[in-house]
C-alpha cells in the first residue's frame, strides 16, 4: 500500500496540512493518517475534505474506500479519534504549572481546567455519543465481543486514564486529550461541537473527574457508554446540555434525536439473515 500512502500524504501535504504520519492499523486494509492540529472549524473542514480525497485516490486504483465504524464482523472496527486542547490567544490551558502544585496529585501534568474539561466530558459521555458514534452500526463497533486481532480498541464506560488506549479519554501528555469514542460515521462538524460544548460545561460547574485510572480500570460511578443508537438518543433525551448544544436550546436536538431514533428503528424493522438461521426453524 505504499505508492496508495504516499499519494495521500502528498495530497495533504499540497494543501498544507502537514502530515506527519500514516499508520498501519490492527485490520488488513485499515489506516491512520494523521494531520497537524488546527482551530475546530478548519480541522472540521479537513476531515470532510480528506474523506474525498481518500474515496478518489482509493478509486483511482480499483479500490474502495469506507469509513464505517464496523464493515466486518469478524474485524476491527474504525475510530476518529479528536486531540482536543484549550488557548487563550497563544497561551495553552491545558498544561499545569510546572511544579505540579495544581494536579491535585494525579500525575498527569495537567491544569484544574482542563481537568474539569475532561470531567464535563465523562459526566455528559453517554448522550454526547449519539453525536459521536451516531449510526446504527457505530454500536457493533464498540460492543463487538472481540475481532481476529482479539482487540476491539473501542471503549465501554466513560473514564480517563494517562497513556493507554483502554479508556474514552486518553492523556497522551499535559498539552492535550484525545477523545476515543467516535467512530468514522461522525459528522465532524456536529461531534467536535457538542464535545467541546460538554467539555465547557464541565469548566463552568468545576466538575472534578476523579484520579485518572490505570488500564482496563474505571471509576465505580463511570458511565457505561449507550449500547446501541437507540440507548444514546435516550441518553441525549435525558441531558439538557447535550440537547441544547447546537443552538442554544432543545429545538435542533430534539430534531436530532427524532431522526436518530428513526434511523434506529428503520433498521430494527429490516429482517436480517441472523433472524432466519435463529428462528425460521427453531421455533
Given at each position: 500500500m505504499y505508492e ?35 482551530d ?20 483511482q ?8 465504524p464496523k ?11 479528536f486531540?482536543l ?25 495537567l ?60 492523556v ?6 484525545e ?15 457538542t ?24 471509576q465505580?460511578?463511570a ?8 440507548h444514546?438518543?435516550e ?12 443552538s ?8 436530532y ?27
Amino acid at each position: 500500500m505504499y505508492e496508495h500512502l504516499t499519494s495521500i500524504s502528498e495530497a495533504m501535504n499540497g494543501l498544507g496540512w502537514g502530515n506527519y504520519a500514516n499508520d498501519h492499523e490492527d485490520a488488513a486494509g485499515q489506516f491512520e493518517q494523521n494531520f497537524n492540529y488546527a482551530d475546530a472549524l478548519t480541522t472540521a473542514d479537513r476531515v470532510v475534505t480528506l474523506r474525498y480525497i481518500l474515496n478518489i485516490l482509493a478509486e483511482q486504483r480499483g479500490m474502495t474506500a469506507t469509513f464505517m465504524p464496523k464493515p466486518f464482523t469478524d474485524r476491527t472496527g474504525t475510530g476518529l479519534h479528536f486531540h482536543l486542547s484549550l488557548w487563550s490567544g497563544a497561551e495553552a490551558l491545558f498544561p499545569g504549572d510546572d511544579d505540579g502544585a495544581d494536579d491535585g496529585g494525579r500525575g498527569l501534568g495537567l491544569s484544574d481546567l482542563a481537568y474539569s474539561f475532561i470531567g464535563g466530558i465523562l459526566e455528559h459521555a453517554p448522550a454526547l455519543q449519539a453525536f459521536l458514534a451516531p449510526t446504527v452500526n457505530s454500536y457493533k463497533r464498540s460492543g463487538a465481543t472481540t475481532s481476529s486481532s482479539g482487540a476491539t480498541w473501542s471503549p465501554r464506560k466513560a473514564s480517563f486514564g494517562g497513556n493507554d488506549r483502554t479508556h474514552m479519554i486518553r492523556v497522551p501528555d499535559n498539552k492535550r486529550i484525545e477523545l476515543r469514542s467516535g467512530d468514522g460515521s461522525a459528522n465532524p462538524y456536529l461531534a467536535i461541537a457538542t464535545a467541546i460544548e460538554a467539555g465547557l460545561d464541565g469548566v463552568t460547574k468545576g466538575t472534578d473527574p476523579g484520579a485518572p485510572s490505570g488500564p482496563g480500570e474505571s471509576q465505580p460511578d463511570a458511565h457505561l457508554l449507550p449500547a446501541t443508537l437507540l440507548h444514546a438518543v435516550e441518553a441525549l433525551r435525558r441531558d439538557p446540555v447535550m440537547l441544547s448544544s447546537l443552538s442554544g436550546d432543545e429545538t435542533i436536538g430534539s430534531y436530532y434525536a427524532d431522526a436518530k431514533e428513526e434511523e434506529f428503528l428503520a433498521w430494527h424493522n429490516q429482517v436480517s439473515d441472523w433472524e432466519i438461521r435463529t428462528y425460521l426453524t427453531s421455533i
